[in-house]
């Protein structure tokens, strides 16, 4: 064997493996397009959350203040909905078991509201109200957030909702 012989064989040889790759039948299909990744799920920051929050605080002041209580009963109902969104989707922040602070506001300052709005007393209202602030208070002093202070509000966020009793 001359040198081209020996070359061309072992050549050859090289290429068997890839041939026989290539004519195998079981060999695996072509791998499909992967499938387009998922849209990714959107979930608001904390502070997204209290800001709605926060709106919803200010109309439940003009709505008591304006004695018309079935909204202050909703809004009440939607901060405690956003209540329970930021424990499905914050429920530890920063360590802390902020699902669990939350829920202590929750049967307590909200549950009590509940029933002042429920006997459309507003003394009992503005002393419920005052009550909540503090809890909000309290808990962003036990998360290192002791510089967002909640209080009453003195003029509706927005002068495009009505606070007045629908007149029947
Ligand atoms: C269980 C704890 C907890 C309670 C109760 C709570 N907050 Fe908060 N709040 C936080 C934390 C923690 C932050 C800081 C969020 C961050 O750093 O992203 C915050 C931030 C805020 C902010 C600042 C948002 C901004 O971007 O300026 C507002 C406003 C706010 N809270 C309103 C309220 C109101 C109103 C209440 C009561 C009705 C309340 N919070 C009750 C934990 C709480």
Redesign the pocket.
């Known amino acids: 064997m001359n040198f081209r012989t020996i070359a061309a064989a072992v050549f050859a040889a090289m290429l068997v493996p890839l041939v026989g790759l290539a004519q195998t039948p079981s060999a695996p299909a072509p791998a499909a397009a992967p499938a387009p990744a998922a849209p990714k799920l959107y979930i608001p920051?904390?502070?997204q959350f209290?800001?709605v929050?926060?709106t919803e605080?200010n109309k439940l002041w003009f709505a008591g203040a304006a004695r018309n209580w079935p909204l202050a009963e909703y809004e009440l109902g939607e901060?405690k909905e956003v209540?329970g969104d930021v424990q499905d989707h914050v429920p530890v922040?920063k360590n802390l078991p902020?699902a669990q602070?939350?829920d202590a506001?929750i049967v307590k300052e909200i549950a009590d509201l509940e029933k002042a709005i429920e006997a459309k007393d507003f003394k009992k209202f503005v002393a419920g109200y005052d009550a909540?602030?503090k809890?909000?208070n309290?808990?962003?002093a036990?998360?290192e957030?002791a510089f967002?202070v909640?209080k009453r509000p003195t003029t509706p966020a927005f002068t495009n909702q009505d606070y007045a009793p629908r007149k029947k």
């Open positions: 920051g904390l502070e209290m800001n929050i926060l605080h901060i209540m922040f902020l602070m939350l506001v909540l602030n809890a909000c309290a808990c962003h036990g998360t957030n967002i909640i």
